[in-house]
């Protein structure tokens, strides 16, 4: 019996949430409330950077995903892993020209 109840309990047991955590930049300024959004296949969650520029984002996929950034009316965006531990992404927004980019520090 306890082994059926332990059984039963793995099995309806969510499936573990992975999570990015990070900071945005541009140049040596944090970014305060940017929009951002994580897509991992058909999973989108949304959310913002704080005041100190600091962002954390849950999603149930692992893997490849990819992280948009809403900046100055422009989306720019990268890709990031998301593993059973959380991962941590320093992000820097880049003007080339009249176009923001996003990458990793």
Do not use: N
């Amino acid at each position: 019996m306890i082994r059926y109840m332990l059984a039963l309990g793995v099995a309806l047991a969510p499936p573990p949430a992975a999570e990015v955590f990070g900071d945005l930049r541009i140049g040596d300024q944090y970014v305060a409330d940017a929009a951002l959004e994580l897509t991992c296949g058909e999973e989108t969650v949304k959310g913002r950077t704080d005041a100190t520029g600091s962002f954390r984002l849950s999603a149930k996929s692992l893997g490849k995903c990819r992280l948009t950034v809403t900046h100055d009316g422009q989306t720019p965006a990268v890709d990031v892993v998301l593993f059973e531990k959380p991962a941590r992404y320093r992000l820097v927004l880049e003007r080339k020209g009249d176009t923001w980019t996003l990458r990793r520090v």
